[in-house]
């Protein structure tokens, strides 16, 4: 216990003996919460569109102002011809092509329906279903205005089955997140992406560049046993991550008004246990590695595997079953679904509690694992 | 005259012996390095097939459950209609909204399907009943889009009915799916990944060693060798950039052959696009080795700023055109946004030289602003 | 009749099919010093670290301080001390900071580390550098300084690889000179060195060439031993059959 205090006390001095350290400690959660929550949006809007509008005729105008003044579409041009419009498509400029046909006014009046041509780009999935949805909404309100419209052109029996029409009412309601926040959603991820970057590759640095160094030879000469030499290691970095989530829980909440709706403190906790895995893989990196190098490729790998696969862009549950496997053992996949029912549904330490259970037995692996691998004899 | 001509070609060859001899150092220097070959070979393999087949953007799995006061007809088709559905996993019937909340509280529930007291009746004879969506929208993705799929089964349930009615005025739409007709998401991601990896390889590829040079002083031993410092540091980065090629050929067999992602476009195009963008990392990671003077710092530095901005800016997931302006100038600096650009254009769209000469022009330029400062900074090192 | 802190037999290391160290034979008796003589790659470093226990033997047996090297290689390092060949304290901490560090590892109490800092710091006429980062000291400075440390402990051996490589022949005098302090307060230093006339300082010293012991002696035995009017002559016999390079 005393030789371990001395071992902190060395690992802290030169923690802080590297002027970027502290710097980044401070700065860089506060780049991160600052910035990039804005970047983050899977809202569809301000879709670019042309509209190929080969009648130029009433309803056909009609229906283009409509799609115009929709808040998710922007009319990027009206080109004479389809091939304009795809060659538009193929320079960036648009992302849809709405195509109406010379015949559309007469086809409504005369045999009261008409087709219309869309055209995405979905080369990204997820905007060129939405987009597509949405055009079809707007066709679909043209259809019933032009329904009230004409009437009375009508014979009465069609006129009756139009009065009679049942309509279903559907009635979305989005809890938790009502203003459909994107911001509010991320932000929570951020926190765990900040914990996962400085509680992994800062370790992994350690004691590999104590083997660089030659230091590590001193080390080993000594009586310290294994785990305190560890402990030593991760404590800080502990340290660090706690010192880094509460800066970011104050920022998110200075920033953005956004505080756990669950216990603040169940977050602190969970962020603990998760700090423990984190820098246990990195020391387990550290441990392998023979050069910074190699430990920071190694890291990077991991990271990138954390993240991407954790949840935090990509719903865990949208991938394969093997990449479901693999989320099961991954800590960042926790502690992203725990902040995220903490931080919006106001969930409570109970509800939780399983998500914890798995990052608390994924931490004591880990961290048993960077003592085992640790030699000091080789 | 020809004597100092004769000399001037043989001072040329000597130099481009001397030159020859150093990159061969240089590899024979990386290649002995087994273990941080194999990881930078490797871990773009392992990445590609994991993100390639892992990351998706569908929402699916939605877990929904159904409140039903009173089933009838309309209500048990509707409920079916969602059940049969792909994108959803039936939690069954609950007893109350309550208990829906509950279950949406503890992360278990993702959309509750409500319908109002005597569903049927109303329709009929007022023309009016309502069914609630609970949607959980913590995440808004997946809470938006669920209730925009139940909305659309239901839509489409009325329209089925509605069609049995034969209603007048209803047009219909034809949907076309451009590039990416079976929306997989691995047609977005692969040009996305291909662009993280290989900006986090050489940048901490060529940073980190070079740091690594400096920090033991093996450095300026080099520096003080007759070749030329621009030449030395070219002839350093030549084994980095064969290696990229093969990181990048690699990628780009596993995307075509195992992840089935076309290759629409010229082949020979995109290894110019490769090639450029490798060129640039490469002196993204020199830049780097110019400011920082410990191995620790250069992998901060580089694991921060190569991964964070291509993840959040680069719109390799977020489209750039959703940012607002401010960001989207930002990305404007982030190279992988224009590689990514360049990439799917080519490799999905199938575009010409024609269509990339923006992106191709901007990384080049990138790469001579990045080299006019790493030589800069040497020089002032220096004197 | 005085005791042997070190004894091994046979001792091998392999790394593939590498061998390092050929079943070396040997012992060092209490108080000595003991040279551990050889050219650049003759085995002695991969030696030396096996008897300090941060090395694993592939082979053979031995005793440190009466502790079996195998087995018991942890409680060995609580009565060696060692100095590495490549300077190896650490550069981003100040001079008393590296000494606090290694006094409390070996569980010395704050007051003492204290008291012993502040004497050991006079001695070296190093008060002034106390807050100096190790990694602005000149080399010469960092030897005394590591060598220090080393034996701040009050080992019962202490184990030297090279601590006079690349300093100055009066840099080295003086080092040597505690050297023998360190060895009059009773601690055995084993000391590997290729300086030959080094050699001439230690009471017995052993030749390795290509992993082997192939000469063990006091210094004047050997030389006449070999024939040799200085050591250089013996090692240069003996280094004729080494074929490594």
């Not at chain 1, 019933?144 to 069609?158: A, C, K, M, V």
């Not at chain 2, 410990?294 to 750039?320: C, D, E, H, R, Y």
């Not at chain 3, 012993?116 to 005394?144: C, H, I, M, S």
Request: hydrophobic share 45%.
């Amino acid at each position: 216990m005393k030789t371990l205090k001395f071992l902190i006390e060395k690992e802290f001095k030169q923690m802080f003996r590297n002027p970027l350290i502290p710097r980044l400690i401070v700065m860089f959660p506060t780049m991160v919460l600052l910035v990039f929550p804005w970047a983050v949006s899977f809202e569809v809007k301000n879709i670019k569109i042309d509209v190929v509008d080969h009648g130029k005729s009433i309803y056909s105008k009609r229906l283009t102002d409509k799609v115009a003044a929709s808040k998710y579409f922007i009319l990027n041009d009206t080109p004479l011809d389809y091939q304009t419009a795809m060659l538009n498509m193929e320079n960036g400029k648009t992302d849809m092509i709405l195509e109406i046909p010379a015949s559309f006014d007469k086809d409504i009046v005369k045999s009261q329906t008409s087709t219309v041509g869309v055209a995405v780009n979905s080369v990204n999935g997820t905007q060129g279903l939405l987009g597509s949805n949405y055009i079809m909404q707007i066709v679909n309100d043209f259809s019933s205005e032009i329904r009230g419209e004409l009437i009375n052109t009508l014979p009465p029996q069609s006129r009756a089955t139009i009065m009679n029409m049942p309509r279903v009412d559907i009635v979305p309601q989005y809890k938790y997140n009502p203003e459909l926040d994107y911001k509010n959603f991320m932000i929570p991820g951020f926190m765990v992406l900040l914990l996962t970057i400085l509680c992994g590759i800062l370790p992994a640095q350690n004691i590999v560049m104590e083997k660089e160094n030659g230091t590590i030879q001193q080390i080993n000469v000594t009586p310290i046993s294994k785990i305190n030499f560890i402990l030593a290691k991760l404590i800080p970095y502990w340290a660090v991550g706690l010192v880094v989530m509460i800066i970011s829980v104050t920022l998110a909440y200075v920033i953005y008004g956004l505080w756990p709706a669950g216990n603040v403190i169940a977050v602190l906790f969970s962020a603990i246990v998760f700090i423990l895995s984190v820098s246990g893989l990195g020391i387990i990196i550290s441990n392998y590695s023979e050069t910074m190098q190699q430990a920071s490729f190694l890291v990077m790998f991991f990271i990138l595997i954390l993240v991407l696969l954790g949840g935090m862009f990509t719903p865990v549950s949208g991938m394969p079953a093997w990449a479901q496997t693999i989320a099961a053992v991954n800590p960042f996949n926790y502690l992203t679904k725990t902040f995220r029912m903490l931080y919006l549904n106001g969930s409570t330490l109970a509800d939780v509690s399983n998500n914890l259970f798995a990052l608390g037995i994924i931490a004591v692996v880990l961290n048993g694992w960077a003592v085992f691998s640790y030699k000091k004899r080789g | 005259m020809r004597y100092s001509d004769n000399l001037h070609v043989k001072q040329k060859g000597i130099k481009m012996k001397q030159f020859i001899a150093f990159v061969n150092k240089e590899f024979r220097h990386i290649i002995r390095d087994n273990r941080t070959l194999l990881i930078i070979i490797g871990m773009p393999i392992v990445e590609i097939l994991l993100f390639g087949f892992a990351i998706n953007m569908e929402v699916q799995n939605i877990t929904v459950a159904f409140y039903d006061p009173s089933p009838d007809a309309i209500t048990t088709g509707i409920t079916e209609r969602i059940k049969e559905n792909s994108y959803f996993n039936n939690q069954g019937n609950m007893p109350s909204v309550a208990k829906m909340e509950e279950a949406m509280q503890k992360g278990d529930l993702d959309l509750a399907v409500v319908f109002q007291q005597n569903f049927q009746e109303d329709l009929v004879q007022t023309g009016n009943a309502a069914v609630q969506l609970l949607a959980n929208s913590s995440d808004p993705n997946r809470g938006s889009i669920s209730a925009t799929y139940a909305t659309a089964i239901i839509a489409g349930y009325q329209q089925e009915q509605m069609e049995l009615m034969h209603i007048p005025f209803q047009i219909q739409t034809e949907n076309r799916m451009i590039y990416n007709p079976q929306m997989k998401s691995s047609y977005m991601f692969v040009p996305g990944i291909m662009g993280l990896v290989l900006m986090i390889i050489c940048t901490i590829m060529t940073s980190v060693s070079i740091v690594r040079e400096k920090e033991r002083g093996t450095m300026e031993v080099l520096l003080a060798s007759p070749l030329k410092q621009g030449t030395m540091i070219f002839a350093k980065t030549i084994p980095y950039m064969v290696i990229s090629f093969i990181d990048f050929i690699i990628i780009l067999l596993l995307s075509y052959f195992v992840l089935g992602v076309p290759i629409n476009g010229s082949l020979l195009l995109l290894f110019l696009v490769a090639l450029i963008y490798i060129s640039l990392t490469l002196t993204y990671g020199l830049t780097i080795s110019t400011l920082v003077d410990k191995q620790m710092n250069a992998v901060i530095f580089s694991a921060i700023t190569a991964m964070i901005p291509v993840l959040m800016l680069s719109g390799m997931i977020f489209p750039v055109g959703n940012m607002p302006v401010v960001l989207q100038a930002f990305s404007a600096i982030v190279p992988a946004r224009w590689f990514i650009d360049a990439v799917r254009k080519v490799m999905i769209q199938g575009q010409g030289l024609f269509m990339i000469w923006k992106e191709v022009l901007i990384m080049i330029g990138m790469t001579i602003f990045l080299l006019g400062v790493t030589i800069a900074k040497t020089k002032k090192r220096l004197e | 009749m005085t005791n042997k802190v070190i004894e091994v037999s046979n001792l091998t290391k392999k790394f593939g099919s590498f061998t390092a160290v050929n079943h070396i034979t040997f012992d060092v008796k209490e108080g000595e010093i003991f040279g551990f003589l050889g050219a650049n790659g003759a085995g002695k470093t991969t030696a030396m670290q096996m008897l300090c226990g941060i090395s694993m033997p592939t082979s053979g047996e031995g005793t440190v301080a009466g502790y079996d090297i195998i087995k018991e290689n942890e409680l060995i390092k609580r009565n060696i001390g060692y100095m590495s060949q490549k300077f190896s304290l650490y550069e981003d901490l100040k001079v008393w900071e590296n000494i606090r560090l290694f006094g409390g590892i070996y569980g010395l109490s704050n007051k003492v580390i204290a008291e012993k800092t502040d004497a050991l710091l006079k001695q070296l006429n190093f008060a002034e550098e106390r807050n100096t980062l190790v990694k602005y000291l000149p080399l010469g400075w960092k030897q005394k300084l590591a060598f220090s440390v080393a034996i701040f402990h009050e080992p019962k051996i202490v184990f030297l690889d090279e601590p006079t490589g690349g300093v100055d022949p009066a840099m080295r005098r003086r080092f040597w000179e505690m050297i023998y302090d360190a060895s009059e307060r009773g601690i055995t230093v084993f000391v590997t060195t290729h300086y030959m006339d080094e050699s001439e300082y230690c009471n017995r010293v052993s030749i390795m060439v290509d992993g082997r012991i192939e000469a063990l002696d006091t210094p004047a035995a050997l030389r006449h031993q070999f024939n040799a009017d200085t050591m250089d002559e013996v090692f240069r016999q003996l280094a004729r059959k080494a074929e490594r390079d």
